[in-house]
């Protein structure tokens, strides 16, 4: 049942893949002489955002609604970033480790309102669960590399309608390196995005 679960889950992140791809190679600059090598201590730059190749729909509060074409196919979603992030050991992620909450609909697959989570930089830990919080409503999530799932298809209606009514969500779980993350997202928004969003895929 998990397997079957997890093989359909696989697609969000290769569209942001492919979005994270497409932007990091327009971004790829003309070849130039060889430059004087950076300090060691320099702060690792950020990754290309997974909305750069694609379409704002709008901005609700902290979340934006999009959508984007990878492959031909026509994705919609709403993505938001946490507003607090705690790691265990403290300061373990840097700002090449960003991490997007991410909710789409893929209208040629039948998906819609697809829960996950997508960390860049590094790799959750194999065979671990995260958790979903929002008050006292809890929600186990399937890991596999650098995402997390909604691991029972069944909570997604109930973790949607928590969603629309609360204040904020945190996300809890082991990084491959056991590093326990807590990462807060505002929830401010999130309604009229995943409304948008369901305009544009229906």
Known sequence: ???????????????????????????????????????????????????????????????????????????????????????????????????????????????????SMLVTGYQLKPNTDASLAIGSAAFAMYTQNDGAWVKNAADETRLLDALRKGPELVIKATTSRGTQTADTFSLKGIGQALDRVGQECR
Not at 20 to 41: D, E
Not at 49 to 65: E, F, H, I, K, N
Not at 95 to 102: L, T
Request: aromatic letters at 6%.
């Open 1 to 115: 049942m998990i397997l079957k679960r997890h093989v359909q889950l696989v697609p969000p992140l290769l569209v942001v893949a492919a979005l994270m791809l497409a932007t990091a190679a327009s971004a790829q600059p003309a070849p130039a002489k060889p430059a004087a090598p950076k300090p060691a201590a320099a702060a690792p730059a950020a990754p290309p955002s997974p909305t750069a190749q694609a379409t704002l729909l709008g901005q609700y509060g902290d979340w934006g609604a999009y959508t984007a074409t990878p492959g031909g196919r026509k994705v919609c979603f709403a993505l938001s970033k946490p507003t607090s992030t705690v790691d265990n050991p403290p300061n373990r992620r840097t700002a090449a480790n960003p991490v997007y909450m991410f909710i789409s609909t893929r209208p040629s697959e039948k998906v819609k309102d697809e829960v």
